[in-house]
């Protein structure tokens, strides 16, 4: 799979700790904190019944853009749950190249790749102003205990996330660049519907780069193969913003037909779109 540079620009503030947020995150200007109910229903899991009291609250805190919210190797002790925006999370190697993993928004949950070693083995890095809620480890575990259906609960987010990462894994060795273009478009309006957006137009918030980084592929192929969905039809493309046009042809895209037929298919459906216009005049 292939790596990409990470950005000059990148901002070098990151979060140390819970009890240090203010060092380098803007706090929210209204609401600061979600109860336990409110941070089951962003993560769409059923609330437990339990008291709603203050030691049961969850503090927001908000990154800008190119800001990092961990760093590989930092201590870890929250997970962090997206209530709105959108961040990539990546690998880095001894040469500061970057491996793209996952692109979080909103409902996801991220930071349980800390668990195990009790230290981040990946970086978190905001692609839009976020807005996140701080999950501490410790009150995790003890609600858990004490309220066994929240546990389970947020095991079941836990395995959503590793579902999603396995079936990544799979569409890699398995599809063609074209058609692993295609389902990342087709998983993304899934996910802006989930989350009450359009699922038929939408801004990639992430780089071409960064979806070559995330999908195994060159910065070339993703912006040829994007012109090329445009061309046929399948999807309208205007810098950033996406309009799906046929997702169903977009979900079962195995490869694109060769540049020639693709020339015809567009010469004929300018043509046909002429005709109307004449027709319409007429």
């Known amino acids: 799979m292939l790596s990409t540079q990470i950005s000059e620009t990148r901002s070098d503030a990151a979060i140390p700790s819970a009890s240090s947020i203010g060092e380098s995150a803007w706090q929210r200007q209204g609401k600061l904190w979600s109860s336990l109910k409110e941070l089951c229903e962003v993560l769409r899991i059923p609330n437990p019944p339990v008291v709603n009291d203050e030691e049961l609250m969850f503090q927001h805190v908000q990154f800008k853009t190119g800001q990092r919210v961990h760093t590989i190797g930092q201590p870890f002790d929250t997970l962090y749950v997206v209530h709105s925006g959108f961040l990539k999370t990546v690998l880095i190697d001894e040469f500061g190249n970057e491996q793209v993993l996952s692109f979080p ?29 701080l999950v501490p480890f410790k009150k995790l575990t003890a609600l858990g205990r004490a309220h066994p259906e929240l546990e389970h609960a947020m095991y079941s987010v836990m395995s959503r996330e590793l ?4 079936a990544m894994v799979s569409m890699l ?9 295609a389902r990342f478009l087709v998983s993304l309006s ?10 038929k137009l939408f801004n990639l918030r992430m780089t071409r780069h960064e979806i070559g ?25 205007d810098q950033r913003s996406i309009g799906i046009k046929d997702l169903d042809a977009l979900r079962t895209l195995r490869r694109l037909p060769p ?6 298919q567009s010469a004929a ?4 779109q002429a005709q109307l216009v004449n027709a319409t005049g007429a």
């Open 269 to 272: 459906k300018r043509a046909k």
């Open 105 to 133: 928004m909103k409902g996801d949950l991220f930071g349980v790749d800390g668990i195990h070693s009790k230290r981040y083995a990946s970086e978190a890095v905001a692609l839009s102003n976020c807005d996140l809620i």
């Open 173 to 181: 060795g398995a599809l063609s660049a074209e058609a692993r273009v």
């Open 213 to 237: 980084s995330y999908l195994g592929l060159t910065l070339e192929t993703v912006s040829r193969t994007l012109s090329a969905f445009n061309e046929i039809g399948l999807i309208t493309v």
């Open 259 to 264: 540049s020639s037929s693709r020339a015809k």
């Open 163 to 166: 579902v999603r990462e396995q």
């Open 190 to 199: 899934e996910r802006f519907a989930d989350m009450g957006y359009s699922s």
